[in-house]
């Protein structure tokens, strides 16, 4: 081949795999669920929600706390191991900055109020105007001024959740066995009564949420149920997954694009749907969909489902994201790129060979 032909060729070559190389990583691979865990120690048992930004970047990071009594950062696209004791106890939640805010454990409270100590199992914890509250197997703790006060004594709590109402505050814990039980603020020291007109007998809460217009939504082993304030009737949403234990939810907010759309963890599955609301009631455009997970059904039940500034991540076991993702396999089309550079420099003529005589 002529030099300057061959000098073409290359040069052609050369683009094309510049291009590749950059663009590798680039490509868009659709949106699915993929593991994005850090190093921990025993599994995930609680994920909490950092922050977002008002430019959709996420403020304050997320976290992550195991079975070990570990508790991991995540900022930047990375996990970081804090260095605290948590006397190896499982975590059970966090309330802000585990440095100095409540973490409950299944050994304790640690950072308590002040002159408050609480050695048992933490379910949930909520703060509230009387005091931090504590919700576990034997009923709901009240921790304040006045000490350790037990309300509902050997009723188990499982979640915590607040609703605002007309500027009335409610508070609400799904129990195990028991239904939703609910109080007012101002109630909160007495014993919260049940609040299941609707809900099936005995039924067990796994999560709650709180909708845009302030409803009510509890996730139970029969599936969904809302309510539009404290003392209603609940009704069911998206009867198709009636017999689906819906073990966690979030709640993501309306966007120019789209409603509210309502994420749902189940045993093996994380489905989302979008919500329709109206000050008297509450439906799902459609029934709930599963995301595309490339590995089939997750090993372990769905506890916690977190925002992120893309999508939302989740903790089965093990920590996964769901969001936009890179092409499987772009490494390749990189590699691609690369090897056609190396050919491109091959193929240059030399200096010499470029002023010989034609």
Do not use: C
Request: net charge neutral; hydrophobic share 40%; aromatic share 8%.
């Amino acid at each position: 081949m002529p030099p300057k032909q061959q000098k073409s060729v290359a040069l052609i070559l050369a683009a094309i795999g510049l291009i590749l190389t950059i663009a590798g990583p680039l490509i868009p691979g659709g949106e699915r669920l993929v593991r994005n865990s850090p190093a921990y120690t025993g599994h995930v048992t609680y994920l909490s929600a950092g922050s977002l930004a008002a430019d959709g970047g996420q403020s304050l990071p997320m976290l992550a706390g195991t079975s070990a009594g570990e508790i991991w950062q995540y900022r930047g696209g990375l996990w970081q191991h804090l260095p605290l004791d948590f006397g190896e106890h499982p975590i059970t939640t966090i309330l802000g900055n585990p440095a100095d805010s409540p973490v409950g454990t299944a050994g304790g409270i640690y950072n308590p109020p002040p002159g408050i100590a609480f050695s048992g199992r933490v379910g949930d914890l909520m703060q509230t105007p009387a005091g931090l509250v504590v919700g576990n197997e034997e009923g709901i703790h009240l921790l304040g001024a006045n000490g350790n006060r037990l309300i509902n004594s050997g009723m188990n709590v499982y979640r915590f959740v607040t609703q605002t109402i007309d500027d009335q505050l409610y508070l609400h814990a799904g129990t195990v066995g028991a239904g939703v039980h609910s109080t007012s603020s101002d109630d909160i020291a007495k014993d919260w009564p049940a609040n299941n007109a609707g809900l099936p007998a005995d039924a067990y809460i796994y999560s709650l949420a709180v909708t845009g217009g302030g409803k009510l939504i509890a996730g139970t082993k029969t599936g969904l149920f809302w309510q539009s304030r404290p003392g209603e009737t609940w009704h069911p949403l998206d009867a198709k997954h009636g017999d689906t234990r819906a073990l966690s939810l979030y709640l993501a907010p309306a966007s120019k694009k789209r409603s509210h759309r309502l994420w749902i963890g189940t045993d093996n599955h994380l489905l989302h749907a979008d919500l329709v609301e109206t000050p008297e009631y509450l439906r799902v455009a459609a029934p709930a969909m599963a995301v595309y997970q490339p590995e089939g059904a997750l090993p372990f039940g769905i506890s916690w489902i977190r925002p992120t500034p893309k999508g939302v991540m989740i903790s089965a076991g093990t920590v996964y994201q769901w969001g936009p993702v890179r092409l499987p396999g772009w490494y390749w089309i990189s590699i691609g790129g690369i090897v056609l550079l190396l050919i491109a420099g091959w193929m240059l003529p030399s200096r010499a060979e470029n002023n010989a005589p034609m």
